[in-house]
């Protein structure tokens, strides 16, 4: 079995290593970028020593590095039993799950760092399909920006406090919920390259100290402004990172091809068994990891606040309900009163938002807030409210699929229904 074919087929449970033991070393001893880690060591059943090394970053924090027989995991693909040995990967990420608890770390980070068997140099790639898909890509997002609705969002609990603190008040003005000037300039720039000069726009990516992101990295931030126009961002960024691979290939030095092989196991395994505990957020190849807070949880507890009630406002084009307990700000829903069309009569629920203190007080958890929230929003209105599911998290997706008034319209489009009477 190769590499490869041993990588996409490397086990996936955690399994706990017979023995480990810990100790704390001084890494880079002797230089100026010495520093104390901790180290913990397991060798496998077939006889590799594997260390994991947990380094101080901030407070809290660690880089995850690891070695077999004293070389890093990822250079030491010469010696087979490393690469084949299933109990090395396994145990290495058991250890960071389990130890990471130990040690109350709220960040860690994992790299994948490529070898030199990563490495190919590759020539002759055609480039008119792929400036051709690249072109239709582009136009799509342009067309999509080009006809979106701007609604004017009201500031949140948040920023109106910043303002009145420092004295601002143009933080109080209402702000596009998309930023059309933002992407539609750069997005006629990079068609009208592909168009007519290919070879300019991949010069400009080349200049770029990252080449081939700094241009186009405004293309991926943020992703909820990719999700209002159903566009993939990163399609967009791919299929010209294409278009400069391509034409790289057709130089004499051709295009030197970079695939890590152990980057997709890891990000199998790490979201495999770190989600539920742990954010996941990967750039490039390195895996950062962030400690969820303590949510709240959801499930069939009744509510148990005598005097929740929420008040309406006007902000700019939309509408802002604040959640009270008595007298109290626990949070806020805005959107936006829907006039017209399919959902005429409806509350355009746009985001939702319980305060930081709300969030951390024993008293306001496993209380279904958000979702006594909503529900008396939906009661205002004749045939309740709606928000679509790309604009919706995962987890407020999930909370509302509890509700018995809770439907869902063609696949995209979640719905509740009013309780006239009982609630509102």
Known sequence: MNFKEWLLNETIDLIKPKKTTKRSVIKNKGTNTAKEIIEYQFTTP????????????????????????????????EKENSIRDPHVLSGVLYIMKNKAKQLKAQELSLTARTGAGDYKTVRNIPTEPRIAKALTIINDFILKLSSYPVQMIPPSESTIELAKKFKKPNLLEPKPDLEIKRYLPLAIKIKNDLENNPNNLIAQLMSQENAATTLIDNLLIPRNDMQKLNVDGKEIVDSIKDVQNALKSQQESGWL??????????????????????????????????????????????????????T??????????????????????????????????????????????????????NKNIYRTAIQKVANLYKNGLFVNKYEA????????????????VNGDVITIKPKKGILS
Not at 274 to 300: A, V
Not at 335 to 362: A, C, I, S, V, W
């Open 312 to 365: 309406k406002t006007k902000a700019g084009d939309g509408i802002n309900y604040t959640i009270y307990d008595n007298e109290k700000i626990i949070g806020h829903i805005s959107g936006f009163e829907q006039e017209f069309g399919q959902f005429k009569d409806m509350f355009h629920l746009y985001k939702t938002e319980l305060n930081k203190e709300t969030r951390n007080d024993p008293k306001y958890q």
């Open 257 to 310: 091809r970079n695939i890590n092989r152990r980057e997709k196991i890891y990000e199998r395994l790490i979201n495999q068994h770190f989600t539920d505990e742990w954010n996941i957020k990967k750039t490039g190849t390195t895996f950062r990891l962030t400690k969820k807070e303590n949510q709240i949880t959801e499930n069939t507890i009744p509510l148990n606040i005598d005097n929740l009630h929420i």
């Open 46 to 77: 077939i006889g590799n020593d594997v260390k994991v090394h947990f380094i101080p970053q901030d407070k809290d924090s660690y880089e995850i590095q690891f070695y077999v027989n004293d070389k890093m995991y990822d250079n030491a693909t």
């Open 393 to 408: 998290s995962s987890l407020l997706r999930d909370s509302l699929k509890k509700m018995d008034t809770y439907e869902l």
